[in-house]
């Protein structure tokens, strides 16, 4: 059992449908993050929140739009996604103390 | 060039082999080292940290050298429940705050 939930676990999306990923964390910790992961290609940072704060948009284009609410929930709206945007999306927390990542089971999301 | 390279594999090996994987990166400033498993299909999960003096636990064993930036897991007596893909993973971050950069993985396959 993962201490960080994301939902849901599979998505299927059109190019014009808006969606939103959640990920709540029961873990106490400070950190969230969202990861992309594509087939072949390495996890590929895309945002940090830290005590609630963005402190890093790792050059996400704007139909990604995260929204952080209180440290224990992350989520990421999507809008007008395209084909290559389909991969898993991974959510993680970390505890700032340590730099360990905990990983969410991830969303995998399909856009046609 | 990747900030963090690693051989894809797959490694194909019998069970109770000893196998190596290399990794290595290109950013000095780097702060903390780690390995991450990934399952099929799964999240990545911390397997251990990575440090200058090498550690070990059980039959895997991290080495750090930081001269030539370059990175190692080795595992012994491979078991069939090894097969998964490891990740390097390096953290450009700062204490309370982290930016993991994540390897491509090498793929494992232990065969009976």
């Known amino acids: 059992e993962t201490g960080v939930t994301q939902t849901p676990r599979h998505l299927v999306m059109g190019m014009t449908n808006k969606k939103s990923l959640k990920c709540e964390q029961h873990l106490g910790h400070n950190a969230m993050y969202w990861y992309k992961q594509s087939a072949k290609k390495p996890l590929e940072l895309m945002f940090v929140y830290n005590f609630k704060e963005q402190t890093e948009n790792n050059s996400v284009p704007s139909r990604f739009s995260p929204e952080c609410p209180n440290s224990s929930h992350l989520f990421l709206h999507l809008h007008t996604l395209q084909p290559e945007d389909s991969a898993l999306y991974l959510c993680a927390s970390s505890p700032g103390t340590t730099p360990e990542a905990f990983f969410g089971q991830g969303t995998r999301l399909t856009v046609v | 060039r990747k900030e963090v390279e690693q051989d894809p594999g797959p490694f194909n090996v019998p069970e109770g082999a000893t196998v190596a994987f290399n990794c290595t990166y290109s950013n000095s400033a780097s702060q903390s080292f780690f390995w991450y498993r990934q399952d099929c299909r799964k999240e990545p999960k911390l397997l251990m940290s990575v440090y200058s003096s090498g550690n070990e636990d059980g039959r895997f064993t991290a080495q750090l050298n930081r001269a030539s930036q370059y990175i190692s897991l080795l595992i012994r007596d491979s078991k069939l429940s090894d097969s998964a893909t490891y990740l390097c993973?390096?953290?450009?971050?700062?204490?309370?705050?982290?930016?993991?950069?994540f390897g491509t993985g090498t793929r494992l396959l232990v065969s009976p």
């Open positions: 993973v390096v953290n450009r971050g700062n204490t309370g705050f982290q930016k993991l950069v």
